[in-house]
C-alpha cells in the first residue's frame, strides 16, 4: 500500500509539473509550441496513471478520507482527467490546423483547466486540515 501511494504521488507530482509548464509555457508568451503540446500530453498521463494506482490501492488500508470528501476529490478528479484529455486534443489541433481564432480560444481556456486541476490536487491536502 504505502509503496503504491509513493508511486502514484510520484506521478501526480510529475503531472503537475509537466502541465504547469504546458500551461504558463504558453500563456506566458501566448503561443502553443510542439514541446508544450507534448507536455500536455505528458500530464495527462502522468495524472491518470497517479490516479490509477492509487484508486487500484484504496482497499489495501485505511481510508485516507471521509466519504464526502472522497466523493467529492474522486468527481472533481475524474473531470479534471477528462478536462485535461480534452485540453490536450485542443492542443494538438490547433497546433496541426495554425488557426488563429482557435489558438486564442485555447490560450484563454488552458489557465481554467489548470485552476480547475488544481482542486482536486489539493482537496485531499485541505481535508486533512479541516
Known sequence: MQLALTYGMFFIGAALITYTIA????QIPGELKPVFVLM?????VCDTTGTTI???NLDAGAPVLGPLDALFHAVTGLAAIILMLIHAVWAIRVLL???ATSAERFHRFSKYVWLFWLVPFFSPMVAQLI
Do not use: H, N, Q, T
Request: with cysteine; glycine share 14%; net charge neutral.
Open 54 to 56: 492509487m484508486a487500484l
Open 23 to 26: 500551461v504558463w509555457g504558453e
Open 40 to 44: 500536455f500530453c505528458v500530464g495527462v
Open 97 to 99: 490546423r495554425k488557426d
